[in-house]
T-cell receptor
């Protein structure tokens, strides 16, 4: 069966520090991978998606970047965090229009 | 443009009451997919149902039921005999025919009071 791992679960980082959130998928190959952010208003905002290794599409211009170094690995990064980067970050994978499977999320607080 | 609207921001019901969560969508595609997800306090999003645009049959799964009406572009979700464990934020979502792009509503926060 397919599983998705996301870590860390919580993170507190100072403004200006770098960020690296990792997401890995098991049990499937060539998944579409996604990073979403959920701000205090609860809405889900698509940040990045990837249909293959090295292929990244950005939905919203921002302080963040994403990379896909391996087929089942998706990384969300920032060189310098802003206060506005605080939120709940969700990684997801999807295949064959079944729907997303989400990771357990990372709650990021920038202080 | 694709869009999903969940007009109900917050709903509170007393345990054992029935509750319907509304979802209205916009799309110009003839083939598309609709979804409902549940987000309990833990934060993880849980897949509940997928419906394609060619299947307007209503679906029932235990206490959950879904009413898909293309004429009104709605995909409403009803919980019968609600329970405290149903308390969560519920998201309706729309995807295009490729399934690669999803559009989420802003969610409805449901609180079931014991």
């Amino acid at each position: 069966s397919q599983t998705i791992h996301q870590w860390p679960a919580t993170l507190v980082q100072p403004v200006g520090s770098p960020l690296s959130l990792e997401c890995t998928v098991e049990g499937t190959s060539n998944p579409n991978l996604y990073w979403y952010r959920q701000a205090a208003g609860r809405g889900l905002q698509l940040l990045f998606y990837s249909v293959g290794i090295g292929q990244i599409s950005s939905e919203v211009p921002q302080n963040l970047s994403a990379s896909r170094p391996q087929d089942r690995q998706f990384i969300l990064s920032s060189k310098k965090l802003l206060l506005s980067d605080s939120g709940f970050y969700l990684c997801a994978w999807a295949r064959d229009r079944v729907g997303y499977t989400f990771g357990s999320g990372t709650r990021l607080t920038v202080v | 443009a694709q869009k999903v609207t969940q007009a109900q921001t917050e709903i509170s019901v007393v345990e054992k009451e029935d509750v319907t969560l509304d979802c209205v969508y916009e799309t110009r595609d003839t083939t598309y997919y609709l979804f409902w997800y549940k987000q309990p306090p833990s934060g993880e999003l849980v897949f509940l149902i997928r419906r394609n645009s060619f299947d307007e049959q209503n679906e029932i799964s235990g206490r959950y039921s879904w009413n898909f009406q293309k004429s009104t572009s709605s995909f409403n979700f009803t919980i019968t005999a609600s329970q405290v464990v149903d308390s969560a934020v519920y998201f309706c979502a729309l995807s295009d025919s490729t399934g690669n792009q999803f559009y989420f509503g802003t969610g409805t926060s449901l609180t079931v009071i014991p």
